[in-house]
């Protein structure tokens, strides 16, 4: 099955610089690739995502980039800000008729004022 | 509408009790899914149902069981809880193969 390493576990940053979470995955057949943030004590919510057919995506301050060949994909944050504090989650699809995600172990993010 | 919604929010449950999780969602999405969390090894799917009627076997699936008699329920039933049971619980949604919406999800405590 589908195996999502996620790195770093935990990442501390001044507000105003960037973020870099990092995947990599297993499954070549995998198309599709979520971003949740969960807030302490809530629940994941997608912040975006990404298919195999593109390379890169943005939404304001958030953009995500795969890289199929190296079966990779990362999350990139800009001008952080204290509100962008939370756990994130990278997930990759499991091909074939019984879709499921797989998800990586969380990267903890903290933006220091 | 409520999107999707979890009962109960918290539970202290002895090891060895039954215990079922509920999971209702008002959106209509064909596929439902359980998951637990646990510290440092983020979601793992216990179960998952691509649409009423079927269900099939996540990455953690043991002890644990599910059925999906119609689009809208996902109840997941502990047999008999044991303490390595105690996590939190979410149920997630998806109308295809896209984007999950997550339940509040259940804390429960197994002792």
Same mark, same amino acid.
């Given at each position: #099955? %589908?195996?999502?390493e &996620?790195?770093?576990?935990?990442?501390?940053?001044?507000?105003?610089?960037?973020?870099?979470?990092?995947? +990599?995955?297993?499954?070549s057949?995998?198309?599709?690739?979520?971003?949740y943030?969960?807030?302490?004590?809530?629940?994941?919510?997608?912040?975006?995502?990404?298919?195999?057919?593109? #390379? %890169?995506?943005?939404? &304001?301050?958030i953009?995500?980039?795969?890289?199929?060949?190296?079966?990779?994909?990362?999350?990139?944050? +800009?001008?952080t800000?204290?509100e962008?504090?939370?756990?994130?989650?990278?997930?990759?699809?499991?091909?074939?008729?019984?879709?499921?995600?797989?998800?990586?172990?969380?990267?903890?993010?903290?933006?220091?004022? | 509408?409520?999107?999707?919604?979890?009962?109960?929010?918290?539970?202290?449950?002895?090891?060895?009790?039954?215990?079922?999780?509920?999971?209702?969602?008002?959106?209509?999405?064909?596929?439902?899914?359980?998951?637990?969390?646990?510290?440092?090894?983020?979601?793992?799917?216990?179960?998952?149902?691509?649409?009423?009627?079927?269900?099939?076997?996540?990455?953690?699936?043991?002890?644990?069981?599910?059925?999906?008699?119609?689009?809208?329920?996902?109840?997941?039933?502990?047999?008999s809880?044991?303490?390595?049971?105690?996590?939190?619980?979410?149920?997630?949604?998806?109308p295809?193969?896209?984007?999950?919406?997550?339940?509040?999800?259940?804390?429960?405590?197994?002792?």
């Open positions: #099955g %589908e195996n999502v &996620q790195h770093p576990s935990t990442l501390s940053v001044q507000e105003g610089d960037s973020a870099v979470i990092k995947c +990599t995955y297993s499954d057949a995998s198309n599709y690739f979520p971003w943030k969960q807030e302490l004590g809530k629940r994941p919510q997608l912040i975006i995502d990404i298919r195999s057919n593109v #390379g %890169e995506k943005k939404d &304001q301050r953009a995500v980039t795969l890289n199929k060949t190296a079966k990779h994909f990362s999350l990139h944050i +800009t001008e800000q204290p962008d504090s939370a756990v994130y989650f990278c997930a990759a699809s499991s091909g074939g008729s019984n879709y499921k995600l797989t998800f990586g172990k969380g990267t903890l993010l903290t933006v220091n004022p | 509408i409520a999107g999707i919604t979890q009962a109960p929010t918290s539970q202290i449950l002895a090891a060895g009790r039954r215990m079922t999780l509920r999971c209702t969602q008002d959106m209509r999405h064909n596929a439902m899914y359980w998951y637990r969390q646990d510290l440092g090894l983020g979601l793992r799917l216990i179960h998952y149902s691509n649409t009423a009627g079927t269900t099939g076997k996540g990455e953690v699936p043991d002890g644990y069981s599910v059925s999906r008699a119609n689009t809208d329920d996902f109840p997941l039933t502990l047999a809880a044991v303490p390595s049971q105690t996590s939190v619980y979410f149920c997630a949604s998806s295809d193969r896209n984007e999950q919406f997550f339940g509040p999800g259940t804390r429960l405590t197994v002792l």
